[in-house]
Structure formats: C-alpha cells, structure tokens
Nanobody
C-alpha cells in the first residue's frame, strides 16, 4: 500500500491541526495504521495507532486523537493543544492486520511495512 501524508504547517502554541494520510494500492481496512513523528536530531517516536476497522486505538499520545474513514482510504491525526516540542515531521505507516499477541509491538517501527513521506508540523511559541 502507498501512503501520502498531508496537512502539516506552521501554527501557534495552543492551536490544533489535523493531518491526513491517504492510502492507495490495497484494501485499506486490512491495514492497521499508525502515526510516528521525528523531531530534528531525535529518533522517530510513536504517536498512536488504530485498528483496521477503526474500532480500537492504541497508545495515542494525549491530547491527540486518531481516526480513520475506510470509505475514503484515509487516516487522520488530530493534533490538539500543540506545544513547541510537538514540532516534528509526522509520518503515517501501515501494517497488515494480523493477529498480535502483544499490542506493545504496535509502537515499533519494524511492524510497519509501508510509510508515507512525512509532513512537517512547526509550532511556534
């Protein structure tokens, strides 16, 4: 599956921003989706994940929210109460929904076989 993230920009501290990630080339509902972020000079960090059918979300960083619209092949990341430390490139990622015995694995980059190109979010103070 191919992924295209969008929606980043420059915002003020306290603002909200909604990121989108559109998938193509696969049956979207068959994929768990996740968001990661990487700040300059730091390692990539897990932000949250959502199951293929959208019924469950996993380890979503507060006060952010993840949702998806399978009819539109799109997953969303709602960034609320943004702080300067939220400044990063945000990436969406997909993994084929298979049985998982430890949901903590959803936080691991190696679980995801497809990645979007990233969208920059900059939060000014």
């Amino acid at each position: 599956v191919q992924l295209q993230a969008s929606g980043g920009g420059v915002v003020q501290a306290g603002d909200s921003l909604s990121l989108s990630c559109v998938a193509s080339g696969g049956t979207f509902s068959h994929y768990d989706m996740a968001w990661f972020r990487q700040a300059q000079g730091k390692e990539r960090e897990f932000v949250g994940a959502i199951s293929g059918n959208g019924d469950s979300t996993y380890y979503v960083k507060y006060p952010f929210d993840i949702s998806r619209d399978n009819a539109k092949n799109t997953v969303f990341l709602q960034l609320n109460e943004l702080k300067p430390e939220d400044t990063a490139v945000y990436y969406c990622a997909a993994r084929l929904s298979t049985f998982i015995d430890d949901y903590g694995r959803l936080k691991m980059e190696r679980e995801y076989g497809s990645w979007g190109q990233g969208t920059q979010v900059t939060v000014s103070s």
